[in-house]
């Protein structure tokens, strides 16, 4: 008896102290992977030639819309079933969006190395400095923000609708601006609020396997945060 205490007080702390770092880990590297399969999948789009298949000298191709209504497709779909399917495929899954992201990215980003190649760095900066300021906010933070929860969502729901309006419609510069504008601070917002809600989730959830699936879905709701205040501010640093 005098040889098992030790034993559970040790296991108690490693599950308190250095499972949530296990968790977290887990997180951003598959976060930060998806990232990094985006930026090479869009560059090498583009530096193959691949631009073609995308954008042509009157706009769109179908291939640009059937990859971007395919990827908001299988991101919901991936959200919907997170809890239901196995953490690996999860994760092939979270890959193949980032992939397709890559793909719907290219045009963005062969417009910025068209207009100003050093504005896709910067935007790249500005986007990481506010995911990490905003991460480690929502960490941190004493203050409940689940209260944003609706209004996030219905922000993100009107980005959506806009930005498939803009498909038919150009809209006005001035317009843009306000569009772009919104989404950073909605997304950066949205950083802080995932963070707060998948620290609190870990505390609950007593089972590894849904801990894991937990990864998995909190590091997709992650990237598309960090990718859409790429995206946002990088239309921001390439206004008229």
């Known amino acids: ?45 583009i530096y193959l030639g691949g631009i073609r298949l995308l954008v042509t000298d009157g706009g769109m191709t179908p291939m640009f819309y059937i990859v971007i209504f395919g990827g908001l497709a299988l991101s919901i779909w991936a959200q919907v079933r997170a809890f239901s399917m196995r953490p690996a495929l999860a994760a092939v899954l979270l890959f193949i969006y ?10 963005i980003i062969w417009g910025g ?9 910067w935007a790249f900066v500005i986007a990481a400095a506010m995911f990490g ?8 933070t004493a203050k409940d923000l689940s209260f944003l929860g609706i209004f996030l969502m219905m922000g993100m729901i009107g980005l959506i609708l806009v930005g498939i309006v803009s498909m038919i419609w150009t809209l006005g510069g001035t317009f843009s601006t306000i569009v772009c504008a ?10 802080a609020y995932d963070m707060q809600t998948l620290k609190r989730s870990y505390e609950v959830l007593g089972d590894d396997v849904q801990k894991d699936q937990l990864a998995v879905l909190g590091a997709l709701h992650l990237y598309i945060s960090f990718i859409a205040m790429f995206q946002y501010v990088l239309g921001l640093l390439n206004r008229d």
């Open 182 to 191: 919104i989404g950073v601070l909605v997304f950066a917002l949205f950083t």
């Open 98 to 107: 980032a992939v397709m992201i890559g793909f719907g990215l290219t045009p």
């Open 1 to 45: 008896m005098v040889q098992k205490n030790p034993v559970r007080v040790k296991k108690s702390n490693s599950q308190t102290v250095g499972g949530i770092d296990l968790y977290l880990k887990k997180i951003f590297t598959l976060m930060f992977g998806a990232v990094a399969v985006t930026a090479i999948t869009a560059f090498i789009t």
């Open 113 to 121: 190395l068209a207009v100003n190649p050093a504005s896709i760095v």
């Open 133 to 140: 300021f905003m991460a480690a906010y929502g960490y941190k």
